[in-house]
């Protein structure tokens, strides 16, 4: 099982196009070596910031550009950020994400409380996760010298339809952020969102671009739309199930060691349909009641969900499984 940073848009789509028994057969196999025990990582988020954004994400109810923005909140400081993770651990967590609704990373006190979040949530013994826009080399390096596992930067879309989700940040900006990162020696946490009007063909330009990062990210976010009042996006209809399925599974079998993550949209679907996502190579969740300003589905729920499904639990200061030798042959 070779890693592959050379996917064509024509190899992705006919994975896509493939009768769903044998896309899932396909992906199977790979899961399976790269995976073995089928665990699965509980990731929990936390928006630190909420509302106000500069950007025009036509999905997000943070921007200050849509009448849905959720602004009004004080940020939350350090002590009760470190309770959350504290909360989130005693409830199984593996990893805590936090989510800044910044276009970049702002210098001074802000920041200087961001490294200590990352900080207290590495002492917790926590992966430490951060969504909060742009940053610099500088900002980077610091991030990485306080410990954070990994950033969190989707590109959301393919490189032909993002301009018609997206004005105020091109692709290149995304692109020179996760080099940054990147460079900094933190892990890659990007994938994207699907049912915001995208064609086949955007989801496989999608996924090419991710899986031709060299090396992939090591995790990848699958979202499907949360269609938000007061966006302009609200009025998209919901995304069937099995296409959300699909796009699990091809992105496991593009990117074999990337954890893949079941992310927003997550409550829309039935139980049937996250048992299949995660039969065709999901290998993370969002575990909490609430994602940064939508809801998800609840602990409880989620804890029989895992155990119908039968997989197992990555626990909190546990590795991810190593593949055997043989199939992680040119990683």
């Not at 999905?59 to 959350?84: F, I, K, N, T, W």
């Not at 496989?204 to 979202?223: F, G, K, R, T, Y």
């Amino acid at each position: 099982m070779t890693l592959r940073h050379d996917w064509s848009r024509q190899e992705i789509q006919d994975l896509l196009d493939l009768p769903l028994v044998d896309l899932l057969w396909q992906a199977q196999a790979v899961h399976r070596r790269a995976n073995p025990g089928y665990h699965v990582q509980l990731a929990s988020l936390l928006s630190v910031k909420t509302g106000g954004c500069e950007e025009d994400c036509a999905y997000c109810p943070q921007s200050m550009h849509h009448p849905s923005d959720v602004g009004g909140r004080p940020e939350l400081a350090v002590e009760p950020v470190l309770e959350r993770a504290r909360q989130a651990k005693a409830a199984g967590a593996h990893r805590f994400c936090m989510g800044w609704a910044w276009r970049e990373i702002r210098d001074g006190a802000p920041f200087e409380a961001m490294l200590a979040m990352v900080r207290g949530v590495r002492e917790l013994g926590l992966e430490a996760c951060v969504t909060a826009g742009m940053l610099t080399d500088g900002q980077a390096a610091r991030l990485a010298e306080a410990g954070l596992t990994a950033y969190n930067h989707n590109l959301d879309t393919s490189p032909e339809h993002y301009d018609r989700i997206i004005s105020t940040r091109t692709y290149q900006e995304r692109l020179d952020t996760l080099q940054r990162v990147r460079s900094a020696g933190i892990d890659l946490c990007c994938g994207g969102i699907i049912g915001m009007g995208e064609t086949p063909d955007d989801r496989a330009a999608l996924l090419q671009v991710l899986a031709c990062l060299d090396p992939h990210p090591e995790s990848v976010p699958i979202n499907a739309l949360v269609a938000v009042e007061g966006t302009p996006l609200e009025n998209r209809p919901p995304v069937d199930p099995l296409e959300l399925v699909r796009m699990v599974a091809t992105a496991r079998i593009l990117m074999p060691h990337s954890r893949v993550r079941l992310s927003a949209g997550r409550e829309q679907l039935g139980r049937e349909a996250q048992i299949l996502c995660l039969l065709a190579g999901a290998d993370s969740i969002f575990y909490g009641d609430t994602l940064l300003t939508t809801s998800n589905p609840a602990v409880a729920s989620d804890r029989e969900l895992l155990r119908a499904a039968g997989v197992r639990v990555q626990l909190e200061g546990q590795p991810a499984p190593a593949a055997p030798a043989t199939a992680i042959a040119g990683r």
